[in-house]
């Protein structure tokens, strides 16, 4: 059985009035629901909303059809915000199967069920709040 590793380092966290800061390559994107502080300016991330993986993220998230999902799951007083880890085109689909299998998050709609990839170990730093650091998924059909 072949497996695939991939070590992702996560850049972020943009607000959405910055989203033309998002690095245009190829990579994996990760959409949650964020708590600005105003006095300190910092952006904590209280929700993973959506994993989504692109040619050109910057691109991708700024045309997303599930914005106005993304925007209905926040609550009161709080903001969308990404980050963003370049992944090679070759294995992008596959790493961003195996996070959303893993974490389902609740606006994705597949690969929460089933995993069809070979074993795959994701290993993530950076601006990955709450996502595991490390992490084995397996075929599942």
């Given at each position: 059985m072949?497996?695939?590793r991939a070590q992702l380092e996560f850049q972020g966290y943009w607000q959405e009035i910055r989203m033309n800061e998002i690095p245009g390559g190829s990579g994996v994107f990760c959409v949650y629901e964020c708590r600005m502080s105003l006095a300190s300016g910092k952006v904590t991330p209280v929700?993973?909303?959506y994993i989504g993986e692109a040619d050109d993220a910057k691109k991708r998230i700024a045309g997303h059809e599930k914005m106005g999902k993304w925007k209905s799951q926040l609550g009161r007083g709080n903001k969308l915000c990404f980050s963003f880890a370049p992944v090679?085109?070759?294995i992008r689909r596959q790493v961003a199967a195996a996070m959303i299998f893993k974490f389902k998050p609740p606006v994705n709609?597949?690969?929460k069920m089933f995993f069809q990839f070979d074993r795959t170990i994701v290993i993530m730093s950076g601006k990955a709040e709450l996502l595991n650091p490390y992490?084995?998924?397996h075929r599942t059909k």
């Open positions: 072949a497996k695939e929700k993973l909303l090679a085109p070759d709609t597949t690969h992490f084995t998924v």
